[in-house]
């Protein structure tokens, strides 16, 4: 079973292509929906969460205030460890099972999605890395737009990610996403065909 590691930034289109992967019949796993999942009104990491960060991060009806917790973060380098250290065994955890439950179905492969795939050292639970990249001037007009945000702002946020350059050197398979959405569906089937699926 070929285990693809699908990573990108913010707003190169890397949830577009995992769409694409579902629509050609493969199973996708996104780590965020991962860490959603763990994170459920009531759940133990929801309760030790409230506890390192303060019941301000939790709403009146006991879910998380995502977007609490993420400025927090984002602007606490300290923070975004702890939780990253909360967090990231659990989400691997829930991977190693994933791709267990599909050796055991006998699929011929299982997509991991998985934005922090680099700077979180889990290339080891993939055969093969594939990155959406986008320049840094499309991905800061994209984000601008998708966010409603100024341009710092959007600077910000795309700072905090490991460069996609970088990551674009470290990948297996690069999808290029900096043209039209039929470009990116031509780029997506020329690395599908790569490999095999």
């Known amino acids: 079973m070929l285990v693809i590691g699908l990573t990108g930034n913010i707003a190169s289109g890397k949830t577009t292509v995992a769409k694409m992967f579902e629509a050609s019949g493969q199973q996708v796993i996104c780590s965020d929906e991962v860490v959603r999942t763990l994170q459920q009104s009531n759940s133990p990491v929801l309760i030790e969460i409230a506890h390192v960060f303060g019941e301000t991060v939790i709403n009146e009806d006991g879910s998380l205030n995502r977007k609490r ?11 975004r460890q702890k939780l990253n250290d909360m967090m990231h065994p659990l989400v691997i955890g829930e991977l190693e099972k994933a791709i267990l439950t599909a050796k055991h179905l006998r699929k011929k492969c299982l997509v991991l999605d998985i934005p922090l795939l680099y700077e979180a050292n889990l290339e080891y639970l993939v055969d093969v890395v594939v990155v959406v990249y986008t320049n840094k001037s499309i991905q800061l007009n994209r984000l601008t737009k998708r966010d409603g945000t100024s341009k710092q702002v ?3 946020k795309m700072s905090v990610q490991m460069d996609m350059d970088e990551k674009a050197s470290r990948a297996d398979f690069i999808i290029e996403n900096n043209g039209t959405l039929e470009e990116l569906e031509k780029n997506f089937e020329t690395i599908t065909n790569q490999l095999e699926l």
């Not at 917790?69 to 380098?77: G, H, N, R, T, V």
């Open 154 to 156: 959007a600077l910000e």
């Open 69 to 79: 917790l993420a400025d927090l973060i984002f602007k606490d380098a300290t923070a």
